[in-house]
């Protein structure tokens, strides 16, 4: 995996940016994978700040979201429904009918959870998966022992994880139990995975996950094995990187056009 040590977490957006506009000016009709929650919210906005500016176009791009929770409404503002759209998909052209959030109101979930799978592959993989990184090592929803083989399912959120996601939620509703996310799985079927993880409190996750063995109690590590998977982290988040002076040489040492600049 190559990891990216950014001076901070807006320029680690930036470049995040930059590669998901890449990709989606060489091929218009490309497949995001969209992750919520703090982390991407700089890349989001750098992306619409390049639709508004340089006019990267969105209007042939599907997006597939990595999670959504079990039973909360869409409209509540701490379901990943509103919550893309608010940071990013309102300002943009993607268009509706290729939006695609997991329903966590179905009534038939296994059935959901298929018909997710076979849009994305309907819609030809996804292209770049961008992703957050949970304290605990999840990526997605996938909890510390998900199957480093799983596909989209609903999943048993931990308390950990209910916990850090408890600043999305006023006192009336708590954090739900169960969510819908995409396997690790079908993460690792991305053509490109964009890790992001910015501070302290992603230091240990970012280690484990980097350096140590692959394993499905930190199910992010599993990314080791991705043929085309890059990690962009600021400081706080590297520094327990055995070999953060060797990724930070690299990438310094490393012509533009690899830089992404
Ligand atoms: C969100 C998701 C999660 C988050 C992770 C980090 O769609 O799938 O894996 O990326 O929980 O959340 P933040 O960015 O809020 O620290």
């Avoid at 995040?16 to 990709?23: G, T």
């Avoid at 499905?216 to 600021?234: C, E, G, R, T």
Wanted: charged share 20%.
């Amino acid at each position: 995996m190559e990891v990216i040590i950014c001076d901070d977490a807006g320029s680690a957006g930036l470049l995040a940016a930059r590669l998901v506009a890449e990709v989606v000016r060489d091929k218009p009709g490309a497949v995001l994978g969209l992750a919520t929650g703090s982390t991407p919210l700089g890349l989001y906005q750098a992306l619409i700040e390049m639709h508004r500016r340089e006019a990267l176009d969105f209007s042939r791009v599907t997006t597939f979201n990595l999670d959504e929770y079990v039973g909360l409404p869409v409209e509540h503002p701490a379901s990943y429904h509103s919550f893309i759209r608010i940071n990013f998909l309102d300002h943009v052209n993607v268009p509706p009918e290729r939006i695609h959030i997991p329903d966590g109101l179905a009534d038939d979930i296994p059935a959901a959870c298929r018909r997710y799978e076979a849009e994305i592959a309907a819609a030809g993989g996804i292209d770049v998966q961008i992703l957050g990184i949970g304290a605990d090592g999840h990526i997605g929803f996938n909890e510390p022992s998900s199957s480093l083989a799983s596909r989209t399912r609903i999943k048993t959120l931990t308390e950990e994880t209910r916990g850090d996601n408890a600043r999305f939620f006023d006192g009336a509703v708590g954090v739900p139990s169960h969510v819908i996310t995409i396997g690790i799985g079908t993460i690792m079927d991305a053509r490109m995975c964009l890790l992001l993880a910015f501070g302290e409190g992603k230091a240990e996750a970012v280690v484990k996950a980097m350096e140590g063995p692959v394993t499905s109690m930190v199910p992010a590590s599993a990314l080791q094995f991705h043929p085309n998977a890059k990690a962009i982290v600021d400081g706080a988040a590297a520094n327990r990187l055995q070999l953060a002076s060797y990724y930070r040489w690299t990438y310094e040492h490393k012509p533009s056009w690899q830089r992404h600049e």
